[in-house]
């Protein structure tokens, strides 16, 4: 399951200075910005390809983890999606 903007429910930056592709493939060492709407989508769309039965309340989940329980020692893409794969999905 593919989510959209439209299933977030955090105020995010929407910015039009992304380009879709920069929020494509796998995560990267790149600074995170929890903010950053295409990132957050980005990333709980990383994570729902590792899970066939992902569904909009786990993605809630994800989401609520990552403004509520993301330690803010975790800068990168790559760490917080290893982080969200061992405190929200236990994959």
């Not at 989510?3 to 995170?32: A, V």
Request: charge should be positive; glycine fraction near 4%; aromatic fraction near 12%.
């Amino acid at each position: 399951m593919l989510l959209s903007k439209e299933d977030l429910s955090g105020k995010y930056e929407w910015s039009t200075n992304y380009k879709s592709i920069l929020f494509s493939g796998s995560p990267t060492r790149r600074l995170f910005d929890r903010w950053n709407g295409f990132q957050v989508l980005f990333l709980i769309n990383c994570l729902a390809a590792l899970s066939e039965n992902f569904s909009l309340k786990e993605a809630k989940e994800v989401e609520r983890l990552i403004h509520n329980g993301l330690p803010l020692t975790i800068q990168s893409e790559l760490t917080v999606f290893s982080w969200l794969r061992h405190n929200a999905l236990a994959v």
